[in-house]
């Protein structure tokens, strides 16, 4: 299913956070939103899964406004995985991976024999079996990220959206949970503060400063020495991945270029 964004606009106290983005990420797509600090990055995808809403624009996911759906049907479709995804309540890895099932079931029904096997799945691509009965408040904060995934997954949603997903991931993983969101089925609409896995893991990348989409396009078109030295104010040189070919960012310990854009927040 395809998402797009369409005229997004979000105004607090007369300042816009995000200002008249549009951006579409095509069926089964992996497309990232990078930019500074403040750029409106989690504001849109706030929007998206329906957290926020926005002054003026929408969200279209297969061409229907979202904000039209129920919120059962709005869950079946977006999952989300938020910066500050927490578990208050100490349930097992398996309980809460299992809470995935939640929009597609009333009441306390059990989980059907393929649900369970979904469950299962999920918890084995993110290296969770080991885990399976450990409460979720004794887990390290990537233990817990990896989780939040995998209910995610479980949610069999078209679509997922994900805020800042490899934060608290030792390398490994980092490349494991992005490696796995270019083999699944859903279309993906991710922040990414790391240039380099973006540029590995993204088909398409928007580039957010001060609230405005600035670039849109493959990771190639957008991650450009210039482009970086005007969003983020660093020097950069590009070089192609010795086995993908793709864009790599070498940056430079030289003193900072001045920044142009102003941040949003």
Do not use: W
């Amino acid at each position: 299913m395809d998402l797009e964004i369409v005229d997004l606009t979000v105004e607090v106290r007369g300042r816009a956070l995000v200002d008249r983005l549009s951006l579409r990420a095509g069926a089964g797509q992996v497309v990232g939103l990078v930019g500074p600090n403040g750029s409106g990055k989690s504001t849109a995808l706030r929007c998206v899964y329906r957290a926020l809403k926005p002054t003026s624009g929408k969200a279209l996911a297969g061409g229907a406004d979202l904000t039209g759906l129920s919120i059962r049907e709005s869950a079946r479709t977006v999952a989300a995985l938020t910066q500050d995804g927490t578990v208050d309540l100490d349930f097992t890895v398996e309980e809460v991976v299992a809470l995935g099932r939640a929009p597609h079931q009333r009441g306390n029904q059990a989980l059907s024999r393929r649900e369970q096997d979904l469950v299962h799945e999920a918890m084995q691509r993110l290296d969770l079996l080991p885990l399976v009965d450990r409460g979720v408040l004794t887990l390290s904060g990537g233990e817990r990220q990896r989780v939040l995934v995998a209910r995610a997954l479980v949610q069999e949603p078209e679509i997922i959206v994900l805020d800042e997903p490899t934060n608290h991931l030792d390398i490994r993983h980092q490349i494991e949970l992005l490696s796995l969101l270019r083999g699944v089925a859903p279309t993906v609409l991710v922040v990414l503060h790391d240039l380099n896995l973006a540029a590995a893991a993204c088909d398409r990348i928007g580039v957010l400063s001060g609230g405005t989409l600035v670039a849109a396009g493959t990771p190639l078109e957008v991650l450009t020495p210039e482009l970086i030295a005007d969003v983020f104010g660093v020097r950069a040189r590009v070089v192609p991945h010795p086995e993908t070919g793709g864009p790599q960012l070498l940056y430079t310990l030289d003193p900072a270029v001045p920044n142009r854009r102003e941040p949003c927040e």
